[in-house]
């Protein structure tokens, strides 16, 4: 299984565990909406459980961290060559500026609601 196809799954995974979660928390519409798998949410609300910290909507290595993925800089370099990196690997900040926004853009793609700006 791809590194993607981790980080994809274990959000997408997580959609009936936020919808009760949200079913004891907030009005019924808002439940409704969770049926389009809402990776802010989702993210949000594995952030609040996790409690501590996470900047997940900028950082690919709190990202993968929140969802218990291995986020060494070999995972993120492998994770970079798989959806197509062309720049230096080497550049470790550039590389993780591009990677949060090009999973964002993936997970969107892949049937995920994604905030524009998270993918900009």
């Not at 080497?90 to 997970?107: E, F, G, P, Y």
């Amino acid at each position: 299984m791809s590194i993607f196809d981790r980080i994809k799954d274990s959000i997408f995974g997580k959609k009936e565990e936020v919808k009760a979660v949200q079913q004891t928390e907030a009005a019924p519409a808002a439940v409704a909406k969770i049926e389009e798998i809402d990776v802010e949410a989702i993210l949000t609300a594995l952030a609040a459980k996790a409690g501590h910290p996470s900047n997940w909507k900028t950082s690919i290595v709190d990202l993968m961290t929140l969802l218990g993925l291995d986020s060494s800089l070999a995972h993120r370099v492998d994770l970079a060559k798989e959806l197509g990196y062309t720049g230096d690997t080497k550049d470790t900040a550039t590389m993780n500026v591009w990677l949060i926004k090009q999973v964002m853009k993936k997970l969107a793609e892949n049937g995920g609601k994604v905030s524009p700006n998270l993918m900009q």
